[in-house]
């Protein structure tokens, strides 16, 4: 499983940005797809999940602000962060997890900055 991560960028608090990750490979092995994120001196962790099936969680932190979707057909999952806090600035990483072997793959990370 290949993942391609895109949609980072600089954004003023308030703002929106949208991430986007397309899926490749072995998909059809993929269950769970999603985000984490690491911001500078912090461990990674999860902002928001899906099930292939549908169910999605997030953190506390997102709710409210951040959505997750998922485009089964085209693989990819999407990201929608609204009313942006300087906060959310991280690298963000999307994840596959396989359902036979939970193995977890990770795309290559986009930056999100969020100034104030």
């Known amino acids: 499983v290949q993942l391609q991560a895109s949609g980072g960028g600089l954004v003023q608090a308030g703002g929106s940005l949208r991430l986007s990750c397309v899926a490749s490979?072995?998909?059809?092995?993929?269950?769970?797809m999603g985000w984490y994120r690491q911001a500078p001196g912090k461990e990674r962790e999860l902002v928001a999940a899906?099930?292939?099936?549908?169910?999605?969680n997030a953190a506390d932190s997102v709710k409210g602000r951040f959505t997750l979707s998922r485009d089964n057909a085209k693989n990819t999952v999407y990201l929608q962060m609204n009313s942006l806090k300087p906060e959310d600035t991280a690298v963000y990483y999307c994840f596959a997890q396989t359902s036979t072997t939970m193995t977890i793959y990770w795309g290559q990370g986009t930056q999100v900055t969020v100034s104030s």
């Open positions: 899906s099930t292939s099936g549908g169910s999605t």
């Open positions: 490979g072995s998909i059809f092995e993929i269950n769970d």
